[in-house]
Each structure stands twice: as C-alpha cells, then as structure tokens.
C-alpha cells in the first residue's frame, strides 16, 4: 500500500517537473530577455532595440529610410 502510494507521489512530481517545472524556467529566460539593449538612430533620433537597428558604417539607424536619408 505505501509503495502505491510513493510510486504515485513519484509519477505526480516527475510530471510537474518536466511539464510545469520547464515553462517556468523558460518564462523567466523571456522576462529577462525582454529588456534588451537600446541604441539612438543617427538620424531621427528615437530609441530602438539594437536586435531592430541596423548597422551601418558604426552608426544606428531605426529604419531603411534613416539609413537612405545619409547615403
């Protein structure tokens, strides 16, 4: 009787651990991924993410636009 009842016990926390367990880790790897390094585009001016931005020439510009408007 109590080994049925460790072998569930066991099964319930093997199933939290590989299910539940894994999406809190992974919302906590989002979160903190969420805030990501901001860069000032040369021409207008405005913030963006640097993953957003476009690099040309080491300067930042926020769209293909900017980048036409010093070519």
Not at 24 to 35: D, G, R
Not at 58 to 64: A, D, E, L, P
Request: aromatic share 12%; hydrophobic share 40%; net charge positive.
């Amino acid at each position: 009787m109590i080994f049925k009842l460790l072998l569930i016990i066991a099964v319930i926390a093997t199933i939290y651990f590989i299910f539940f367990k894994k999406k809190k880790i992974i919302k906590e790897i989002k979160n903190n991924s969420e805030a990501n390094e901001m860069v000032q585009c040369s021409v207008c001016g405005i913030y963006c993410e640097i993953e957003d931005s476009i690099l040309s020439n080491g300067k930042y510009y926020c769209s293909n636009e900017c980048l036409r408007e010093t070519k």
